[in-house]
DNA sequence: TCATAAAGTTCTCAATAAGTTCTCATATGT
DNA sequence: ACATATGAGAACTTATTGAGAACTTTATGA
């Protein structure tokens, strides 16, 4: 079998009846289907091109199941057509490490949304109208925006710092808040920002 | 039976006929309910595909209790567990208008991203290291912010202002840098800023 | 309350459909 | 000659589907 990426003409035939039978019929097709809709009588042969797509990466196989097969998704989430404006440009070329991080941040479990309000953190970049991605944990870190929860009544975004065994200062990135200073037992971190979308 | 999201005929006929008659009736199904409504004798079976959808995160079943199931909503793109910080807190609720929206950002193949260099429009809350969704197109428009290609060569994000029939002003967000005219031969518009992503 | 009916659960047996692996065969280009 | 691409089809394994018995738990009404 081969090894590169580039496919046969009977394998890019049975991409294509995929794909059609796919989005006509919401599932995908069973290999018999596959074999009769490319012109072949063998649906061992249509399975040996199912593998090949699956080697190549243009789908994936769920073994033994019937109808198992998904289609991969050009999904670089978003960052599909990227490079188009120009060479030469500052134009970074988008790194699989970046498609990763992205799909984490929108799919991981432990993390949520919230709409920001307000423009205490402005200076880090916050605007009020943005969301925030926020990942679940009461750790601390330092320099990270952190959601806090403040006598289990207000949510506010800061940055967090502990001064000592029994107290917390909340540090806004506007100069125009106040630092505040309150005791653990007022206080909880609910999580702290791991990425910001804003729709304009 | 192993796990993957992927149903049967007979577990899509379930879901299918669950749907249905949960809508209809303000309840969830019996068993045998069900076997009917999927034109089988057997409520076992019946019960071997409802726990099935389960396993496929269809619904959630409540064991033993009569007509014990829920059906699971579909999920959003990432807003998925919130609200969950805090009653009372700030936080607005997720509407489907803005799950609509960033799938439009997120899929619409007129768009694209670009990494961002540089703190020329921070005024404007756009960051070094930034990533911005771009919606391709000449079209100016006022206060937002374009992609501009100058001589073929040079990208950058500005406000854009036409000041007369030949010349074009760029604005940068930020009192560091000024603000720049140029004939229109010199410019290019590519698009203009609809989303903003960072990740931290 | 508590007996009883109703509903959910687990199981085996079975038949069929579909996926998998294999050999054999032909053609084609290097 | 040799590797690659292609196709047919047999033999085999696994998945899907269905029936129904036996059992446990829940709901209900006297």
Chains 1, 2 share one sequence.
Not at 14 to 39: C, M, Q, R, V, W
Not at 107 to 121: E, I, P, Q, Y
Not at 123 to 128: F, L, N, P, R
């Amino acid at each position: 079998m081969k090894e590169h990426a580039l496919l046969t003409n009977k394998e890019q035939k049975t991409y294509d009846f995929i794909e059609k039978y796919s989005k006509k019929n919401g599932k995908h097709p069973l290999l018999d289907e596959i074999a009769k809709g490319i012109g072949i009588k063998s649906k061992g042969v249509a399975h040996r091109y199912v593998k090949a797509l699956e080697k190549a990466g243009k789908l994936k196989r769920i073994s033994n199941k019937h109808r198992g097969m998904i289609l991969q998704e050009k999904k670089s989430i978003f960052f599909k057509s990227l490079g188009k404006i120009a060479a030469g440009g500052p134009i970074e070329a988008i790194t699989d490490q970046q498609r990763i991080e992205l799909e984490y941040l929108f799919t991981n479990k432990r993390s949520f949304a919230l709409k920001v309000t307000g423009d205490s953190m402005i200076d880090a970049g916050i605007h009020d109208g943005d969301w925030v991605i926020i990942e679940e944990g009461a750790k601390v870190y330092k320099s990270k925006v952190h959601v806090v929860l403040i006598d289990n009544q207000d949510v506010t975004l800061k940055f967090v710092e502990k001064i000592n065994t029994s107290e917390i200062k909340l540090i806004p990135a506007n100069k125009k808040f106040k630092e505040t200073i309150y005791p653990f037992e007022r206080i909880s971190i609910q999580g702290h920002v791991v990425g910001q979308v804003r729709i304009y």
